[in-house]
């Protein structure tokens, strides 16, 4: 099973057991995190497609550690203006490790693209057939 979340402006595809690195959460290591916003599960018999999320389905995590990425160095200059700059950060990260897709009982639905006139017109022209 395996499902598509949206995690802090991100799309990330997540399986259990899985670890990966996300936008820094400000929670410390240790700490549960549901997210929500799950766009599709998919299991070994069906797919979930929300619009835009799946209804009552969650992804459970664990914050694991925090760090930061490799120094991005950013320069910049105008040619013949004696103008350069150079700059850089290093980009904070946080380390979910996903404990499990959870995925609630869903509401059935009314079925309301066919009318229940053309069904009863349809089971009229049966009975007049006979």
Request: glycine share 6%.
């Amino acid at each position: 099973m395996y499902a598509i979340a949206h995690i802090k402006g991100f799309q990330y595809k997540v399986q259990k057991g899985e670890t990966l690195r996300v936008p820094s959460y400000d929670l410390e290591v240790g700490k549960k995190v549901t997210i929500p916003e799950v766009m599709l599960v998919a299991s070994d018999d069906d797919i979930m497609v929300g619009a835009p999320y799946v209804e009552q389905a969650v992804i459970e995590a664990t914050v694991t550690e925090h760090d930061r990425y490799d120094k991005i160095t950013i320069f910049k200059k105008k040619r013949r203006k004696d103008y350069s700059v150079k700059r850089g950060h290093r980009q904070g990260f946080t380390v979910l490790t996903i404990d499990d897709i959870v995925v609630g009982k869903a509401k059935k639905k009314a079925r309301t693209d066919k009318p229940k006139a053309t069904a009863e017109a349809a089971s009229a022209d049966e009975t007049s057939e006979s």
